[in-house]
Nanobody, 124 residues
């Protein structure tokens, strides 16, 4: 059974940092891509970042480039999203998701397995 469990969300002041974790189990981690998505109240879900464990490709949405860093610890089957210089507009529920091998162009959300989400709130 595929399981993705996010953690690390919380309340932080603008300019602060958080590190989200996505612990994966139930599938061959090395053959997958893991994406981070977020959804703010009243807004559509947005792709934030993606890492293909299979081929090492990374991708970020423009609004987080230079502030967020995605990485993986393959020994722990875990993907991280380091978020620095946080802004109030980063406030959302953040989800990780898994799909076979490759990230999708444009960080679209065609991912088959999803975690339950973790709340990130950035105060001004």
């Amino acid at each position: 059974e595929v399981q993705l469990v996010e953690s690390g969300g919380g309340l932080v002041q603008a300019g602060g940092s958080l590190r989200l974790s996505c612990a994966a189990s139930g599938f061959s981690f090395d053959d997958y891509a893991i994406g981070w998505f977020r959804q703010a109240p009243g807004k559509e879900r947005e792709g934030v970042s993606c890492i293909s464990i299979w081929d090492g490709v990374l991708d970020y949405v423009d609004s987080v480039k230079g502030r967020f860093t995605i990485s993986s610890d393959n020994a722990k089957n875990t993907v991280y999203l380091q978020m620095n210089s946080l802004k109030p507009e980063d406030t959302a529920v953040y989800y990780c998701a898994a799909r076979w091998r490759s990230c999708l162009r444009g960080l679209t959300s065609d991912f088959g397995s999803w975690g339950q989400g973790t709340q990130v709130t950035v105060s001004s």
